[in-house]
């Protein structure tokens, strides 16, 4: 019903900077929330950060002051991460909740932080 394609993922040496960017397809709310979550093998899915179409947001204390969630129109989310870390490799995943709550996730796209 929704499909979402990330892109933007990569290799980065730390201190560097990515782009991430998500594209929702199909049956959009007019009212939902997207953004990112993040994984490493082993690990439990973590939050990164959400944006509801109305702009409030929710960002892990683990990458405030470094990354930087935003929307474009009801269906597009972007995830700007500065100043990367080692800590932040991960399987980055794009996620959307309809106004009826239901979720859907992308593939995932790989962050690698590496010198």
């Known amino acids: 019903q929704v499909q979402l394609v990330e892109s933007g993922g990569g290799l980065v040496q730390p201190g560097g900077s990515l782009r991430l960017s998500c594209a929702a397809s199909?049956?959009?709310?007019?009212?939902?929330?997207m953004g990112w979550y993040r994984q490493t093998p082993g690990n439990e899915r973590d939050l990164v950060a959400t944006?509801?179409?109305?702009?409030?947001t929710n960002i892990a204390d683990s990458v405030k002051g470094r990354f930087t969630v935003s929307r474009s129109a009801n269906n597009t989310v972007y995830l700007q991460m500065n100043s990367l870390k080692p800590e932040d490799t991960a399987v980055y995943s794009c996620?959307?909740?309809?106004?009826?709550?239901?979720?859907?996730w992308g593939q995932g796209t790989q962050v690698i932080v590496s010198s």
């Open positions: 944006i509801g179409t109305g702009g409030g």
């Open positions: 199909g049956r959009i709310s007019s009212i939902n929330t």
């Open positions: 996620y959307y909740r309809s106004r009826a709550f239901t979720v859907y």
